[in-house]
């Protein structure tokens, strides 16, 4: 991180133009690029300035068209609306509304509802998934644990499978049937239970992103653990610190920015659920179409054609989403980004 | 006191007494409760899998009659790979082609710009460079998902919704991914060589060419990689931009083959084998380029 703050403070040279070798400078200059080598006093200061902005164009081209247009467009879209106009002769025109889409997506049940489901899966989904993430790469970290490799490969191997396909294998494995837990709870002579009921379906959508991304957050934080320096453990373990404590009192405490950073991803993951849930609806009624608040707004602007609603509410989406994050990131600063940015 | 700490490094790894003595065998005894845990945290990950390719083996009849964990050897297999593979013509091998073009297409696109904003942010000092660096942080926080569906608008407006394009482009931006090029390029890019270039007269071009790119090459592969499997895994963008199947990549895919359910007898087994082949070649590739991620750079623990 001191390389990092170095090398930034550093470019401050950048522009302050060339002194000692412009005649060389000259020189190469023109038999590595084709461009006249005339007042090279006047010119070197100049490109400098002007190669940043070509290096980030791009990506502020790309940013500000797929990024920045698409909200400012949903945001206009959100005070109009559509009225009919000339008695049913069906020919609408879209007018300004102000803030009636807002007024009715706010007073809409269904959004509180979703918001309620969103929330209940998430406070599921993320301790779990930092919990678990968090404990293995401390047991891929402790040196007594066995078969660390091939734990390490295999927990990692869910991340590689997409959202939509793992929401289908649970589903199948959730499934009445083709269900192996089904299976095992009738072998030992209990009933069956409801995998895919009102209230277990809750647990079954978290399962599938928490089997998806705990590798994936393990790897992180173990890749954390072991750039920390091993001379901290020797004099801890020579002081008579047992492996939990040491893991506990002295790991755990240096990798948290790693784990706060998983975890501010995990949340922004959770508030955008979507796919998971929407590809297990083909296998239960338990979800409906307006389970998540993204899915609500996906029915709205797609299935009911009510465009203006649906962006009304992905504002205000937005606007939740915007404000936990950075509220978040607001908190957690100091630790999560050091003294980066 | 000075004896034990040389010997302090050797020991310490294979384990220490009290007496700082290393003991094999109270290493090996504290080692079984955390290996057990971890190998439950192993068969999560792995049931799953396994059951799929159980289940894959299993023909038509069988999926629902017989045991969930055992497979099948009755040519289940080959006739649910049969049946796929003359799904619709041949959809499936276009939705997998589509998924290679957008993930490899898309992954390239947004690791050659996040590679050159990563590194303009990170070794240029410019008036407007930290509005230009919050605005791109930002991006991050702004769900993917709550873009795609303006993003639609917006390139329906423009008359490229429903193309490839409108799956590749919005693919080609990662505040993520520039946001780790710009630590990574600060961190491995020495400052001294490009002040050696700028004065030997080296264009600033070149010097990102020449001097740049190849210290920055493991922290690309690793933003390469983690874009291609975001893209391939990515369900809403195509959904909502799609609408002619032969466009689909394979997660749409499968999702209107579970739409179209009940007029196929036989389209679980379908879905359970597409699933099988779909995660099989990733999950090689994924063991194959194993060494080559840097994923210490995603918790921002880089070490230059």
Redesign the interface.
């Known amino acids: ?1 001191t ?2 703050t170095q ?2 403070r ?6 302050s133009g ?1 002194a ?2 412009d005649a ?7 038999e ?2 084709a ?1 006249p080598a005339l007042p090279p006093v006047r010119r070197r200061p100049l ?3 002007l ?6 164009g ?3 081209v ?2 500000a068209g ?2 920045l ?3 400012v ?2 945001l206009v ?1 959100s005070f109009r609306g559509r009225q009919v106009a000339g008695g049913g002769l069906g020919l609408a025109t879209e007018v300004w509304v102000g803030l009636d889409n807002y007024v009715r997506s706010l007073t809409d049940p269904a959004l509180y509802a979703s918001f309620g489901r969103m929330l209940v899966y998430a406070l599921i989904a993320v301790p779990v998934t930092m919990g ?1 993430a968090l ?2 790469a401390l ?2 970290d ?7 490799r ?2 390490r ?14 929401a ?3 589903g ?2 959730y499934l009445p ?4 837990i089904r ?1 095992a709870f009738a072998a030992v002579g209990l009933p069956e239970p409801d995998l895919m009921g009102p209230v277990s379906v809750f647990f079954a959508v978290a399962n599938v992103t928490i ?1 998806g991304s ?2 994936f957050n393990m ?3 173990y ?2 653990l ?2 920390l320096p ?2 901290l ?3 801890a ?2 002081d ?1 610190c047992s ?1 939990l404590q040491l893991a506990l009192r002295i790991k755990v405490p240096l ?1 948290v ?2 784990v706060i ?2 975890g501010l991803f995990a949340i ?1 993951g959770a ?2 659920v ?2 998971e849930p ?2 297990m609806m ?2 239960t009624n338990s979800i409906t179409s307006d389970w998540v608040p ?1 899915m609500l ?2 029915r709205d ?2 299935v009911t054609n009510d ?1 203006y609603g ?2 009304a509410t ?1 504002m205000i ?2 606007l939740v ?2 404000v936990a ?2 509220g978040l ?1 607001k908190v957690l600063q100091r630790r999560a ?2 003294g ?2 | 006191m000075s004896a034990p700490a040389v010997t302090g490094r050797t020991a310490g790894r294979a384990g220490v007494g009290r007496d700082g003595r290393p003991t094999d065998r109270g290493t090996r005894r504290g080692g079984i409760l955390p290996t057990i845990v971890l190998l439950v945290g192993t068969a999560y990950a792995l049931v799953p899998v396994y059951w799929l390719v159980a289940a894959s083996t299993k023909g038509a009849g069988e999926l629902f009659t017989t045991s969930t964990l055992v497979p099948s050897f009755t040519g289940g297999f080959v006739e649910n790979l049969t049946a796929l593979l003359a799904f619709n013509d041949g959809a499936f091998l276009v939705w997998s082609g589509n998924s290679v073009l957008y993930s490899v297409g898309g992954a390239v696109a947004a690791t050659i710009v996040s590679a050159a904003a990563g590194y303009g942010l990170a070794k240029y000092d410019f008036p407007g460079k930290q509005f230009v660096f919050t605005f791109l942080l930002i991006g991050v926080l702004i769900p993917g998902v709550i873009l795609a569906i303006p993003q639609y608008l917006l390139l329906a407006k423009i008359g490229i919704a429903g193309s490839y394009w409108s799956v590749l482009l919005p693919c080609m931006i990662s505040p993520f991914s520039i946001y780790l090029a710009r630590i990574y390029a600060a961190a491995v890019v020495p400052d001294e060589l490009l002040e050696a270039g700028r004065l030997d007269g080296a264009s600033e071009w070149r010097l990102f060419r020449s001097v740049a790119i190849v210290p920055m090459v493991p922290g690309l592969i690793t933003i390469f990689l983690l874009q291609f499997v975001a893209i391939w895994n990515n369900f809403l963008l195509p959904f909502i931009m799609l609408s002619r199947e032969e466009t689909f990549p394979l997660t749409v895919g499968f999702y209107s083959m579970m739409n179209q359910g009940t007029d196929q007898l036989n389209v679980y087994n379908l879905v359970i084998i597409g699933c099988l082949i779909a995660i099989i070649p990733l999950i090689l590739l994924f063991l194959f380029l194993q060494r080559y991620w840097r994923l210490d750079l995603v918790s921002g623990a880089v070490k230059g």
């Open positions: 991180m390389s990092q090398s930034v550093g470019t401050g040279r950048v522009a060339p000692p070798g060389s400078a000259a020189n190469v200059a023109a590595a690029s461009r490109r400098p300035r190669a940043p902005w070509l290096f980030v791009p990506a502020l790309l940013a797929l990024l247009a698409p909200l467009y949903t879209l678990l404990l293995f047991l891929l402790h040196l007594a644990t066995r078969f660390r091939f734990s490969v295999s927990i990692f191997v869910p991340y590689a499978v997409p959202g939509v396909i793992a289908l294998m649970w199948f494995m049937g083709v269900s192996p299976d089997w705990v590798g790897v992180i934080l890749t954390s072991r750039g091993q001379e453990y020797e004099s373990r020579l008579g492996e990798i920015p790693g950073l998983t922004i508030l955008q979507f796919s929407n590809m083909t296998l993204m707004v996906y602007a797609f465009l649906g962006a992905a989406i937005t989403t915007l994050s950075l990131l980004f050091g980066e940015s």
